[in-house]
Structures are given as structure tokens and as C-alpha cells.
């Protein structure tokens, strides 16, 4: 019970892949998409962070925007304005906030990514879906290894049963594979 009060406590900030995530890919709501496209190939990232001149989080432009409001609609990517793509006003975490809290509130309203900031307002790491499951994997092994001890020992004399029919069946080939 320790270890689940431990880590319903832990923060963003506390995880150990904090301290080793890139630094957020930024860029101005006026850059082109295809600037930032070519930085987030470039840097092999999913999405783009977009900040205003003093580095504070006013919108986020992930590649499911590139394709559903840009490709979609056979639209210029260097005529288009980030700006026009970006979610504006994305949900961000503060490094303080407790894990447990965005885990929910990611799944509850289905978004992937999630810009985390400092003090200042200013983004300091990006949280993916998958830095989630890497979190909640040592828990979701545990159900599930009790999941199967509870079947198992659930439906015990059913294994009984076939194990006495199978041992009775190798016994009957012996038999006979010696007559």
C-alpha cells in the first residue's frame, strides 16, 4: 500500500525521464508550417510549441493538425501560418503538478501531448501518452498477474479434471502401444 500512496503523490517534475527529456521545440504563431514542419522533422518531434514573444505557451500544433486542417484541405504549408493550425490556449501542466491528476484528465479528454511549464510560464519538457504508460506499466503487469492467478485459481478443479483426463489418456497409449 506504501508504494501506491508513493506514487499517487509523485509530480511531473519527479519522474526520472524529466531531467532527460529535449527541450521543447518552440516557434512564433507567424512561422510558416513548413519552417516548423521542417524543424520538427529535423528533430524527429510530434509537435510544436507555440509561444509569444515573451516564451509564455499560447498554442500547440502536432502533426494530426498538420494532416486534418493543412493536408486536408490541400492547404500551402508555406503560405499557412502556424497560427492557423494550433490549438490555442493547450492545456499545460506546472512541473509541480501531481502525475495521477494528468493522467485522467489526458484520457478523459483524449488529447496525446501535453506542454509542462515552470514558474515562469515558460515550457520546460512535453509529456507524451507514452511517458504515461511507462508510469502506470509496473501497476498494469500487477493486475494483471492477479487477473490470471484469480482465473486460474477460480477454475482449479477444472485443471484437476483435465489433468486427471490426460494422465488417464498418456496412460491408455502406453497401455496399448505395448499390447
Not at 500547440?60 to 486534418?68: C, G
Request: glycine share 6%.
Amino acid at each position: 500500500m506504501a508504494r501506491a500512496e508513493n506514487r499517487a503523490g509523485a509530480r511531473l517534475m519527479d519522474r526520472p525521464e524529466y531531467a532527460h527529456k529535449p527541450k521543447p521545440l518552440t516557434c512564433s504563431p507567424d512561422s510558416t508550417v513548413a519552417d516548423a514542419v521542417s524543424d520538427m522533422s529535423e528533430k524527429n518531434f510530434g509537435c510544436v510549441i507555440v509561444v509569444d514573444g515573451e516564451k509564455k505557451v499560447v498554442g500547440i500544433m502536432t502533426e494530426r493538425d498538420i494532416l486534418k486542417k493543412l493536408v486536408n484541405k490541400g492547404m500551402d504549408p508555406k503560405m499557412t501560418k502556424v497560427s492557423e493550425l494550433m490549438t490555442e490556449d493547450p492545456r499545460c501542466a506546472r512541473e509541480d503538478d501531481q502525475i495521477v491528476d494528468w493522467l485522467r484528465v489526458m484520457s478523459n479528454e483524449r488529447f496525446r501531448r501535453l506542454p509542462v511549464t515552470g514558474e515562469d510560464g515558460r515550457v520546460t519538457a512535453i509529456f507524451t501518452q507514452g511517458d504515461f504508460v511507462s508510469y502506470t506499466w509496473p501497476d498494469l503487469i500487477n493486475q494483471a498477474r492477479n487477473l490470471v492467478k484469480a482465473q486460474v485459481m477460480g477454475r482449479f478443479h477444472y485443471f484437476l479434471i483435465g489433468g486427471g483426463i490426460l494422465m488417464y489418456a498418456l496412460a491408455m497409449i502406453i497401455v496399448l502401444s505395448v499390447v
